[in-house]
Structure formats: C-alpha cells, structure tokens
C-alpha cells in the first residue's frame, strides 16, 4: 500500500492512527497501549485492496470491544479506506502485552499497573517488559518454603491441629502467595485488597495503609 501514489495513508500510518483508538473503560490507554491491537494489513482480492485490522479482547464478553471496533472503522473512514476488523482470540490477551508506556499512564490516572504474569503467552513484536521504576509493582511471592512466615511457620508446613493457629496459619498463607501491589499515589507496597472487583471486572480495589487512599489495581492475567 503506498500512500504516495494512491493519496491514501501506509499501512504504517494506518497502525498508528488505528492504534491511537483509546479504551471506553479507561480513556488515558489506547488500544496499542493495551496491546488490544495485533495487526494491520492489507488483503488483495477481486482486482481490488481492503484494509485488515485485528484486536483481541482483553476477556471474552468484553463490552468495550464493540466500541472499539466501531471507532477503528470510523478511523478507516475518515481516510478513505475501505476495511474491516476481525477478532483474533488466539493467543488470548494478557496484561503483559501492555506497553511500558500504558503502564506509565494508568499509574498517572491513579490506576496501579498489573504484575507481570507467570505463564507463558503469544508474543508481540514490542513486548512489555517486566517491572519498572518508581512505584511500578513487580514483585510477585509464590509459596516459596523459604519464604520468611511472621507466623515461624514456612507456607508448605503441616497445618495445625488447634483452631487458633489455623485461622492464623490461613492467614499467613494468604500474605505469603498475596501480589504485592504498589500505590500508584505514593509508591508504598504497604497496601491492601478492599475488594476483589473495583470500578470495572478486570480491577480489583486496594487501600494504601501508608497514604489512606482507596486506588484500583488493573488485575494481571
């Protein structure tokens, strides 16, 4: 495709203008900021030339999807170009597809970025990379026996018998395998789960115990 000599935008000028789409439920992050957007290319077909552009849902069901596809169309519109939008939903999406940048900016909208996952994903050509400075949360526990118990008791231990040390021993395993998720206000990692959904399914809401502030985590998955 050459904008050259049709007067119409290149596929990169494509990418980027479909990419600067933003997301309904969170407007400071576009779609290639969430890595919603996968490609854009042009098929051949009938003597002719049509625009492909493909996005993955954050989850299946995602009501945001619908709007995004018809904003990505609005934007083929606006500069002549005849396209459509197809769904890809394999690889399914994850959070770790979001750019360093779309983690910047939830952490500026008072959102905290998610933790880096710890399976295996379809790649992207640019990848989010893990962790960051300045309040980013990167630090995932996972149950390792040595990790240190306020309890005296490694998370792997045989549970006790009496009611007392259960409902404590519970509770230390709860922290021992909790995200530790930083306040995108002060950067503490001090920081509690209030609720396990926050203003929108793929949040969950915390409180700072450092600053007293209520703020959404955007759930890693």
Aim: a negative charge.
């Amino acid at each position: 495709m050459s904008g050259a000599s049709t007067g119409q935008p290149t596929l990169a000028e494509l990418g980027r203008l479909v990419g600067e789409v933003t997301d309904p439920e969170i407007p400071v992050l576009t779609i290639a900021d969430l890595g919603v957007l996968r490609s854009v290319r042009a098929e051949h077909e009938d003597g002719g030339q049509r625009i492909v552009v493909s996005i993955t849902p954050t989850y299946s069901g995602c009501p945001a999807m619908h709007d995004i596809e018809a904003r990505v169309l609005d934007v083929l519109a606006a500069n002549g170009v005849d396209g459509t939008v197809e769904t890809v939903w394999s690889p399914a999406w994850t959070t770790d597809w979001m750019s360093d940048e779309g983690r910047r900016k939830l952490r500026d909208y008072g959102i905290a970025p998610p933790n880096p996952t710890a399976g295996p994903h379809g790649s992207l050509a640019s990848p989010a990379s893990s962790g960051g400075p300045d309040g980013t949360p990167v630090v995932i526990a996972g149950g390792d026996p040595s990790t240190p118990s306020t309890t005296g008791r490694a998370p792997t231990d045989p549970a006790p018998t009496d009611p007392a040390q259960a409902t404590w021993a519970a509770t230390d395993w709860a922290e021992a395998v909790a995200e530790v998720v930083a306040c995108p206000r002060c950067s503490s990692t001090d920081t509690e789960v209030i609720s396990e959904f926050g203003s929108t399914a793929c949040k969950a809401l915390y409180r700072c115990r450092a600053c007293a502030e209520p703020f959404d985590y955007f759930k890693g998955h």
